[in-house]
């Protein structure tokens, strides 16, 4: 393991054993301060690429957590993990409920728009155009919220959305 790896790895140990030292000292619900625990190590385990660890974790979070900001973040860390193992469909799906839960999460667009874009790619390379069109369009719908909401924050996105003609002009209000 590289040097400054494990040094990342020391730290963010200590900074987990820190925060679970604040949450259970912090005025809040017993049910919250769980919720949260299982958010940080499942977090954790993401972050040691041990995904199905992970998710356990969320799951657990999930059951306990009744704040919809923090439902939606970990949902959204979810919808990576799937993201990443390649299950796009449940992705999707997982980054929808993540919105309902907290609509102000442009990562979430972000990424859905990427999983709409190279499904467009992907039809543009077999010569289906009107299916691509479809996945081009539904990119630039999600793409154009994202950057409503993060401006300046995904500048390829609105490259993007520029060169393709598919950009509001509201978008870069």
Known sequence: MPRS?????????????????????M?????????????RKGLAAQNDGDYSEALEYYEES?????NQVDRGETLKNMAI????????????????????????????LKNM??????????AQRN??????????DQAAEVWS????????????IENWLKTTGRGNVDVYL
Not at 27 to 39: F, R
Not at 83 to 100: C, F, I, P
Not at 113 to 122: A, D, P, Q, S, T
């Open 5 to 25: 790896q494990n040094k990342d790895n020391f730290l963010d140990k200590a900074f987990t054993k820190m925060a679970e030292g604040i949450v259970k000292v």
């Open 27 to 39: 005025p809040i619900d017993s049910k919250e301060k769980e919720a949260y625990l299982y958010y």
């Open 62 to 66: 999930l059951k306990l957590e009744d």
């Open 81 to 108: 993990i799937y993201m990443s193992n390649g299950d796009e469909e449940r992705a999707l799906n997982t980054y929808k409920k993540a919105l309902g839960q907290n609509p102000k999460q442009p990562s979430c």
């Open 113 to 122: 728009g990427l999983i709409y874009e190279k499904r467009g790619r992907m």
């Open 127 to 136: 010569g289906n155009q009107d299916e691509c069109d479809i996945w081009f």
């Open 145 to 156: 919220k994202a950057v409503r909401l993060y401006p300046g924050g995904y500048l390829d």
